[in-house]
């Protein structure tokens, strides 16, 4: 265990995680887990408190996990920051945090995948290839090596968040799967590791992405004609400089199915992903 800097203790293997928890564990404790990529932000931390309320011991993850990223996309050049986070997770009363390099989660015979098909393969699966078997295996993984009463992720990636209840719920995962709202900053533009990308010119233009998708969102609740309306939110993002517009589209909450609209009863959920930069921004908004 490596405790010299400040922070919550720090753990890189496997059995050093199950070692830590254990006792826990045995002693009548509640242990949330919060897996993260790290480069922390207020995002990551409200999810810490939320852990905190939700159990009596908490345990961050912070890996990087190359099997979600593309081979084009941002792997090598991601933020990396782990003393930096460990001091922010001090800050919040975190007791534990898992950190294990490349070879811990993925040794060289390592080839098990888990895919989610549907759901997973709409979206965010469309637009990257392979992003959900690689979250699907890695929170898989961390679930089952901490075996966590509950677990915390953000609803800022809200496909994410209905991919891990599935393969938890198909899984015979025993976990509740918590989801918590979105941080943004005060113009509204969801907080992400991503946004470093930003010049100053893309990071005034960003919060586009949460006024179009919020206003899509009134729309669609109003009755106006869903495909209109994605048509008309891309334009809005083309407008102030997003280059590429992967798609603005309403859906139904749980299944991320087109959304069949109010009389249905059904609830909606209004999602966008776009190229702004270097950045590739994504949110989503309630209906
Ligand atoms: P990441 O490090 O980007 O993989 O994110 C780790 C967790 O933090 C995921 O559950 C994200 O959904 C969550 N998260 C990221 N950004 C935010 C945000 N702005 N608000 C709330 N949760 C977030």
Redesign the pocket.
């Known amino acids: 265990m490596d405790t010299a800097a400040a922070g919550p203790d720090l753990v890189r293997t496997v059995a050093d995680l199950r070692a830590r928890l254990a006792p826990w564990r045995a002693a009548g404790e509640t242990i949330a887990l919060?897996?993260?990529?790290?480069?922390?932000?207020?995002?990551?931390l409200?999810?810490v408190r939320r852990a905190r309320e939700l159990a009596s011991r908490v345990c961050v993850t912070?890996f990087?996990?190359p099997t979600q990223f593309g081979p084009s996309e941002d792997f090598g050049v991601y933020p990396r920051d782990e003393d930096g986070d460990r001091a922010q997770l001090a800050a919040e009363g975190a007791h534990l945090l898992f950190a294990p390099g490349l070879d811990e989660m993925y040794p060289e015979d390592h080839v098990t995948r888990v895919t989610v098909p549907g759901i997973g393969d709409v979206l965010e699966g469309e637009f990257r290839p392979g992003f959900f078997t690689g979250v699907a295996t890695i929170v898989t993984k961390l679930l089952l090596q901490a075996l966590p009463d509950v677990a915390?992720?953000?609803?800022?990636?809200?496909q994410?968040?209905q991919v891990i209840r599935r393969l938890a719920a198909d899984l015979d995962i025993p976990v509740r799967i918590d989801g918590?709202?979105?941080?943004?900053e005060p113009d509204g533009l969801?907080?992400?590791?991503?946004n470093a990308y930003l010049t100053p010119e893309e990071r005034a233009a960003a919060p586009a992405l949460f006024n179009t998708l919020t206003t899509v969102a009134k729309r669609a609740a109003d009755g106006e004609n869903l495909a209109g309306l994605a048509v008309w939110g891309n334009f809005q993002l083309k407008g102030v400089g997003f280059s590429e517009v992967d798609y603005v589209t309403v859906r139904d909450a749980e299944t991320l199915e087109p959304w069949p609209g109010h009389a249905s009863g059904r609830p909606g959920r209004v999602l966008g992903a776009a190229k702004l930069g270097r950045a590739r921004l994504i949110d989503n908004v309630p209906v």
């Not at 918590?180 to 943004?184: D, E, G, L, S």
């Not at 969801?190 to 991503?194: D, H, V, Y």
């Open positions: 919060v897996p993260t990529m790290g480069a922390l932000h207020e995002g990551h409200s999810l912070l990087v996990n915390v992720f953000g609803e800022k990636d809200y994410q968040l918590a709202p979105t941080v943004r969801a907080l992400s590791s991503r």
